[in-house]
């Protein structure tokens, strides 16, 4: 269970960076079809971080601001791992040999639809990132910033 989670966690940073390679911080893009009418639009390859006239507020509710934000749109494949070249366990002492291999092996092939959506408030950075999840898994092991020891840590939805 901690490997799929674990996978699940690399997968969407993976993600998430691939977005930023064609991340521009262009607010109003150009039309090149005269007879497209303009809107928000989508795209499969280009985020566009839109200015917003108001932050969104995070309280697990997805805000009407981000209605104005340009849906990246396009879908990630989950690869074989491929050949180790740093230790995932500090109990191996660097040595790629003593471990696992085939932790994304039950996951490789799998496709997930995702969006990303991007925007700004002239100080800081806002994205929406949303994926198909068919297990509704929203709630389970959820993540959060402890500011006591300034690390992310899962909450044990199950905990005593």
Known sequence: ?????????LAMIFLISLSFTSCTHDDAPECTDPGE???????????????????????????DVWAEARPLLNRATVSGAGNRVITLNGSSNGDTSLEPTDLMDPYTGESYSYSLRGGHDGE????????EDDTDSRDRQSWFFNEV????????????
């Open 149 to 160: 020891t300034s690390k992310w840590q899962q909450e044990n939805k199950y905990a005593n």
């Open 1 to 9: 269970m901690k490997t799929k989670k674990f996978s699940m966690v």
């Open 124 to 131: 800081n950075l806002y994205l929406l990132f949303e994926w």
């Open 37 to 63: 009418t303009p809107g928000v639009g989508e795209s499969p390859d280009e985020l566009l971080v839109k200015k917003f006239s108001n932050a969104p507020v995070f309280d697990g509710e997805i805000d």
